[in-house]
């Protein structure tokens, strides 16, 4: 299968985002926090279940309180303010039977600023449901921007994951962008 905007991953022409996933997010084959800061937007157990459709239906697990859209709005308007760049790329890397991890999809993304989504933001839930690690292994899929300023991954492992990784000042941008757009109960 073959993802929207995905580029050939032995290409010249990538090799600098390629060179830097694996030196510094994934040096050791794991993901690892290469920037100052990281917030967890989303965090709940997979252990006992054979796959994320599983959980979701036999699991009691709370839902992310924010839509793709509206994380996706936080995230430019913490750009905005930072002046920050938004576009860059996708990727997926797996840790088969829990090995070092190797990068086996990566893409282009490109934000939508005029309408606030991000068209590409379903590819990181397909790419972890499509293609798993092997052997109960961890998978990972992300997004980082051109300039690498901010990284967006989502973690399959014994738990399913969602990180925003930054400097002090961006993570701070963010929670205070997530608080005011917290959904409010009256």
Known sequence: MTYLNELDINSKKENSIIEWLYKKPFKDGYLDNCFTNEIVLYDTSLEHYDSIIEALIHGNHKPLEYKPSKLTNIIFKVCDKLNIGTDGYWFNVNCHDN??????????VQF?????????IFILYDVL???PAKQGGTSYSGIVNNSKDWLLTIERGPN??????SSLKFCNEMKEQLLLAKPKLY
């Open 99 to 108: 090995e070092k991890g190797c990068i086996e999809r990566i893409g282009k």
């Open 112 to 120: 939508d600023s005029k309408n606030g989504i991000l068209n590409d």
């Open 129 to 131: 449901e499509q293609n």
């Open 160 to 165: 399913l994951t969602i990180r925003i990784h």
